[in-house]
């Protein structure tokens, strides 16, 4: 009886990895999707553009899209609570204009960064605030926010004010070469995204303050009754938010030494193709944020492939990315019915 015990053990067990399995595969459906997507789409462009196989063009991802991948992150938070913030763009403008004009009239880099930080902090607890406080949609709060701050930005200047400071130009200017590969760099202000994120992937799945987020997502009521402090939480999730924003606006004019309240026009929308590329549901309560790392990354291969291809018109990456959205979507939505039914 003992060999067919063991044979009974073994199925049982077998069965179970399986299940375990499927379960993962379909839990994480849209963050695998996110992944094979970036790899094929990646592996594609290698062979079809040589060029692309350096290593370097893979690490120019992070050089050109670094700004993005911080909102994204906030935005990412945001809407898992399922709000959403338009302010962004607005407040990357602000940050820009508000450094350079600073820094020309003679203010330290080391007095302005902090200051931004904290305009940015304290832009997007007002924002919580009025959201939480006075039951305002997300929607309408977030978009007073953005044209607020981006008129708050031609106020300060109707032109471009470029940046002359030692400390901006050599942190815009500096490569950080990569020891292990060689003729490949980075700038510093490229590793701010990927710190962040790091950051972020601790703060939403290894404390109380991540799983509060996920549970108002799912229902703000049922969090509340379970004693979770949503609305604290909420408010602090849109300070999060602004914070992301002054930091991907310092990155921002680092990156193009200057300050103009015509940067980042769409940031908002790209930010949220990206989270949604990357599996954050739009109704709130399931979504990660290394899935929009990857939907950021795949953005800046659309754009990368348009620019080795040199005759396609950029909206095509508008194009693109729309479609993917889209796709996501679906995906989303197929798996939503299909967790209703199960």
């Known amino acids: 009886m003992a060999p067919q015990t063991n044979l009974i053990t073994s199925g049982v067990q077998t069965r179970g990895a399986a299940q375990r399995i499927k379960r993962f595969v ?58 959403i913030d338009l302010s962004v763009g607005g407040v990357i403008a602000l940050t820009s204009v508000a450094s350079a004009s600073l820094l020309q009239n003679g203010a330290s880099p080391f007095v302005v960064m902090p200051l931004m930080l904290v305009m940015g902090i304290v832009f997007g607890l007002v924002l919580g605030l009025i959201i939480h406080f006075f039951k305002v949609q997300p929607f309408i709060v977030t978009l007073m926010g953005m044209y607020f701050a981006r008129g708050l930005a031609y106020i300060i200047s109707l032109s471009a004010i470029p940046i002359e400071n030692s400390v901006y130009k050599s942190l815009a200017l500096t490569p950080i070469t990569i020891p292990i590969i060689p003729n490949a760099y980075v700038y510093i202000y490229a590793f701010v995204g990927p710190i962040l994120l790091i950051a972020a992937i601790y703060l939403s799945f290894f404390t109380r303050f991540g799983r509060t987020i996920f549970a108002i997502g799912n229902n703000e009521q049922s969090a509340r009754l379970m004693g979770l402090p949503a609305g604290r939480t909420k408010i602090a999730v849109y300070t999060f938010s602004g914070f992301c924003s002054a930091l991907a606006g310092i990155v921002w004019s680092i990156a193009l030494l200057s300050g103009y309240g015509q940067y980042a026009p769409t940031m908002e929308l790209d930010a949220i193709a990206a989270v949604v590329i990357g599996g954050t549901m739009l109704t709130g309560g399931a979504g990660n944020v290394i899935g929009t790392a990857f939907g950021v990354l795949i953005t800046g291969t659309i754009i990368s492939i348009l620019q080795f291809n040199g005759t396609l018109s950029s909206w095509w990456t508008r194009i693109v990315v729309g479609v993917l959205t889209l796709i996501f979507i679906g995906i989303q939505s197929f798996l939503y019915r299909r967790g209703k039914r199960s």
Request: proline share 5%; glycine share 8%.
């Open 26 to 83: 379909f839990n994480n459906a849209p963050l695998l999707t996110t992944i094979t997507i970036f790899v094929v789409a990646y592996f594609l462009a290698g062979r079809v553009y040589p060029a692309m196989q350096k290593p370097q063009v893979f690490f120019n991802l992070f050089i050109n899209n670094g700004s993005l991948l911080i909102v994204s992150i906030g935005m990412t938070l945001v809407i898992i609570t399922g709000g």
